[in-house]
């Protein structure tokens, strides 16, 4: 009798969750209450710059390349995206060019931003006067290049320490920019418009900290220019080195700066040589001075193992901090900690003895300096900066698996701690490494059986492993020729020995029959389908029922192979130009839904040969499925937008007849979505992957409650 009642809730229940849902449908309530949040993985993106407050105990920002802006938050002990507001149109404002705070209050802020130089959105500067909760645009838009060369250099974005409202912007392509109102009006400064490399400019300011309106600028491969009224006029100043990657002011009057070549001191109208005993063909970036001391200067090297200068006399003579560094992320691989590709560094303006450094990936905090060695922590809890490629949530296993650049990708056990160890063995990992994962696939029969390819940018390599064990452990494909570099793959719905790859050299792709001992050049496909490593697009699938049947798309053609991926016919001429996935329905044969961006989502019952529009979607970027509630039939995910007109994320329970918005304005998703994946095990669960912001997974409050709180092994 319990047992009978048990369920009958449990019947009820449903029912009620369908009616609610039907009755959102039909009343005009669009959006279903959904949380998100950030899956936790630590870090892996570019730091820029540590921006600490001078009036403001713990207030600290980051500057990232790709990631947009954070700042410090003591009580968690975590960073807070602070630009995650930025919606997807504004997804070239990830990119961190300049962050500056002001001097004379501690809750305004300013940014600028811009990703990409060649965009076709310019950059933009923003402030902020409640440390960057709100932010207001400034009427000045110039191209921009956080991702750019020489992102590492800096500050372009100075204030005067004695004249509230005075700015300084130097921009890499439109000249040097100046502001007297807080940013409200500029004018570009005609006098050095004729300086400045093509794409660099101007790479760095720092207004004097002991002359009012005397302030100075680095143009690489000019020098270093100084002005005396705010930024009128300028001139070259005495001896000047011209390779500056970041100017700092002491108290005492003195500039000191780091360079391609050295560092060097600018007193009594003139520089000297101060470069550490390390040589002068050492690279340095990251340089700071310690506000209550004139003479404690830190200078880093910029290396792919960092070595760190003291000097308590200006630079007179220098002492090589020994250096201990400890990771809180667990899959940090031996590498990272040796602190890749320094960029900023600050003395802590509040808490004597504290130094901030960043790097490649992460930010450090040292406590105290004076000790030896130096212990140097990585904080990394709420930064998260990968750019994703791939995801994939199959039954049975762990709540996700990734697919990333730069550090391979993760099985995630839990989605609220950062994952023990990456997919190979740099990482901690059990198998081998292809630096960027770009595809991670499982076999429907097996979902214990899992494949994924990838690629080594940096030497035009790349291969695939397979795991039979959820991802835990991972076993190199024997036969495929590296320098193919694969980028897709697809395992048969019942037979993982089966499979097809797509790859960049050497023809469309291959395919095996023994689990990748062997591999047969595929025949019948155009060579090229993925042109490139930066691609998002998923032109490959196997059949969710038939064992040796698998679908590509390329060039407004539907091919299919029934012989496990090596012969390939065209099975439909009419698909969609604007082609962005193919996915199959696990479980149903010749089930084929594409995602064709404004051409909306297409839907086959029949393996391709005829395709449906589904008329309630007018645009479809990202489409996965998911498992459907209480386990029967499935979810579908959309991001793109519905004949309602809005742009969104969505979810679908019936085939896609209709759909309900599920992103959050409250809980917004930081930069573009570039990948997605519905989960398997649980109803209403689904992922994000970023250009950069790395993975955010959304579940439904309505029917699981918050999980936002939840732990997930697997």
């Known amino acids: 009798m319990q047992h009978h009642s048990r369920r009958l809730v449990g019947i009820i229940c449903m029912f009620s969750l369908v009616v609610i849902e039907q009755w959102a449908i039909g009343s005009g309530l669009s959006r279903m209450k959904y949380s998100w949040r950030n899956v936790a993985i630590g870090g892996g993106g570019y730091v820029l710059d540590v921006v600490c407050s001078p009036l403001k105990r713990d207030l600290v920002y980051l500057r990232t390349d790709v990631g947009g802006f ?30 500056a705070v002001d001097p004379f209050h501690a809750k305004t802020v300013y940014i600028a931003v811009g990703k990409d130089l060649g965009s076709t959105l310019p950059g933009s500067l923003f402030k902020s006067t409640d440390e960057g909760r709100h932010w207001k645009q400034l009427p000045l838009s110039l191209p921009m290049g956080g991702n750019s060369d020489d992102r590492w250099a800096g500050p372009r974005l ?68 100084a002005t005396e009224d705010d930024g009128s006029s300028w ?26 070549n050295g560092v060097y001191r600018y007193a009594s109208n003139s520089w000297s040589n101060i470069t550490p005993p390390a040589g002068t063909a050492t690279r340095y970036c990251g340089i700071s001075v310690d506000p209550r001391s004139p003479n404690d200067v ?10 760190l200068f003291h000097s308590i006399n200006g630079g007179t003579t220098w002492s090589n901090v020994a250096l201990r560094i400890e990771s809180s992320v667990p899959w940090y691989s031996p590498s990272m900690l040796q602190v890749q590709q320094s960029a900023g560094l600050a003395f802590d303006p509040l808490v004597p003895g504290r130094v901030w450094l960043s790097d490649w990936y992460a930010t450090y905090r040292c406590d105290d300096l004076s000790q030896s060695p130096a212990l140097f922590v990585n904080l990394e809890h709420g930064h998260e900066e990968l750019v994703v490629f791939t995801l994939a949530a199959p039954p049975g296993g762990p709540p996700l698996l990734s697919g990333v650049a730069d550090v391979d990708g993760f099985r995630h056990p839990f989605l609220n701690r950062f994952p023990p160890n990456g997919y190979g063995g740099w990482y901690h990992g059990h198998g081998p490494t292809f630096g960027d994962t770009d ?60 499979m097809a790859v ?8 291959f395919a095996t029959l023994n689990g990748g001992k062997t591999w047969v050049k595929m025949s019948g496909l155009p060579a090229h389908i993925v042109p490139s490593v930066w691609y998002w697009k998923v032109p490959l699938a196997a059949d969710g029922m038939e064992p040796r049947v698998f679908y590509a798309c390329a060039n407004g053609r539907l091919y299919s192979s029934t012989d496990g991926g090596m012969i390939w016919k065209v099975r439909n001429s009419t698909v969609p130009l604007a082609f962005q996935s193919l996915t199959t329905t696990p479980g149903k044969a010749g089930n084929i839904w594409i995602a064709a961006a404004v051409e909306g989502l297409w839907h086959s019952t029949d393996g391709g040969r005829s395709f449906h529009k589904i008329g309630a979607v007018c645009t479809a970027n990202l489409f996965a499925e998911g498992v459907g509630r209480n386990g029967q039939g499935q979810s579908l995910y959309l991001v793109g ?74």
């Open 641 to 714: 937008s519905t004949a309602g007109g809005r742009h969104g994320i969505f979810r679908s329970t019936d085939a896609g007849t209709t759909w309900l918005e599920i992103n959050s304005p409250m809980q917004p998703i930081g930069d573009v979505p570039e990948c997605i994946a519905g989960s398997w095990s649980r109803f209403g669960e689904v992922f994000l992957g970023t250009n950069g912001r790395g993975v955010f997974v959304g579940d439904d409050a309505s029917s699981t409650g918050d999980s936002s709180k939840m732990e997930r092994g697997g």
């Open 502 to 509: 797509l790859t960049l050299h050497g023809g469309p792709g």
């Open 235 to 260: 001139h070259m100043t005495s001896n000047s080195p011209k390779s500056v990657e970041r100017l700092v002011a002491a108290s005492d009057g003195t500039i000191l700066a780091s360079a391609d």
């Open 298 to 307: 830190i200078v880093a090297t910029q290396s792919d193992t960092l070595q």
């Open 70 to 99: 954070y700042r410090w938050n003591k009580k968690t002990t975590s960073w807070v995206p602070i630009t995650d507001r930025f919606p997807s149109s504004m997804s070239n404002d990830y990119g961190g060019e300049a962050l």
């Open 158 to 225: 100075a204030l005067s320490p004695f004249h509230s409202g005075v700015l300084l912007f130097g921009s890499r392509e439109s000249g040097l920019w100046r502001s007297t109102d807080g940013g409200s009006h500029w004018q570009v400064v005609r006098s050095l418009n004729s300086y400045g490399r093509a794409g660099i400019g101007f790479n760095s300011l720092a207004f004097s900290t002991k002359l009012p309106g005397t302030a100075f600028a680095s143009v690489p491969g000019y020098g270093v220019f």
């Open 439 to 498: 595809q991670v696939t499982w076999c429907v029969g097996y979902p214990r059986h899992l494949a994924r390819v990838g690629v080594l940018r940096w030497n035009d390599t790349g291969g695939g492993a397979s795991s039979d064990d959820q991802g835990r452990t991972w076993k190199r494909f024997s036969g495929l020729p590296p320098s193919s570099m694969p980028e897709r793959i697809a395992i048969s719905a019942h037979n993982p020995e089966c």
